[in-house]
């Protein structure tokens, strides 16, 4: 951006240090003037992170090939962690059976239609959480939810984020079925993130980012395929040992990698080894 090459200039007059967070997951070719400013960035910055892995193959794909690091998303542990479910939403959300939820905005993109359509015809008895926060597909999920037969199973909730905690104790299992298009690759998924803080089972889909979130504390199903994720959940219902083996495995991943003072670490790192270099 425009503000970015601005700060990386600026640093030759007033002689700062920069470091500079990169979440660009999709390679685009700009036009001048913006790829003059990029190129000035990257070459100018005394540390350049990426917010994932996806994003690290575009950086590399642009010529920059000096030293990168992860710097993801962080969650708070104080807000996120395992515990019982508050029996006031068990009881207002009439929860039945293995609760599987969505969190995030109801957009086309993120699949939420695959998930639906995966749970068609299972045999065994779910709840279906949808996170309606805002979107522009949600009236076409409801369609989707009434042609199967699903309206008694699905809830659909809309809490405000300081709420969100509460919720993610209510489920089983979570899922983000995003898929990929020419604008749009899931660049971190912080839902996961926080539903393994929570002790909450995870299934993503292999768009973008997700499958390095979740690696083996989870389960991965090929994006827009509706057969494949219904395998995934069906493994998960069907093992319980397994779930509890990936809910382990979640929290203690969410807690090493994600938590805000792991990631605050990372930062306070590269500034003392930057200060250390301008003091030698």
């Not at 910055?45 to 000096?66: H, M």
Request: glycine share 6%; net charge positive.
């Amino acid at each position: 951006s425009f503000i970015s090459f601005l700060a990386v200039l600026y640093k030759f007059i007033f002689r700062y240090k920069v470091i500079v967070d990169s979440w660009q997951n999709i390679f685009k070719k700009y036009s001048f003037p913006f790829s003059l400013f990029q190129k000035f960035i990257l070459k100018h910055s005394d540390i350049v992170n990426a917010g994932g892995n996806e994003t690290i193959k575009v950086l590399r794909k642009k010529g920059y090939l000096k030293d990168i690091e992860t710097t993801p998303l962080a969650y708070n542990p104080e807000l996120f962690f395992p515990g019982p479910a508050p029996p006031h939403l068990v009881h207002q959300l009439r929860l039945k059976g293995i609760v599987i939820a969505y969190f995030g905005r109801l957009i086309k993109e993120k699949g939420v239609q695959f998930l639906v359509e995966a749970l068609k015809d299972v045999d065994f008895d779910f709840t279906l959480i949808i996170d309606d926060i805002g979107g522009d597909y949600t009236e076409e999920i409801k369609q989707t939810v009434i042609k199967y037969n699903l309206s008694e199973k699905v809830r659909y909730i809309s809490p405000s984020h300081d709420l969100i905690p509460q919720y993610y104790k209510l489920v089983d299992i979570l899922v983000l079925p995003t898929y990929t298009t020419e604008s749009i690759k899931e660049q971190f998924g912080r839902v996961l993130v926080e539903a393994m803080a929570s002790g909450v089972s995870v299934i993503g889909s292999d768009c973008g980012e997700i499958p390095y979130i979740i690696e083996n504390a989870g389960l991965i199903f090929k994006e827009k395929d509706a057969r494949d994720l219904k395998e995934k959940i069906l493994t998960f219902v069907n093992n319980p040992e397994l779930r509890k083996q990936k809910i382990e495995e979640g929290i203690k991943r969410a807690r090493a990698l994600y938590s805000t003072t792991g990631v605050a670490e990372i930062y306070l790192r590269q500034i003392r080894k930057l200060l250390n270099k301008e003091g030698d």
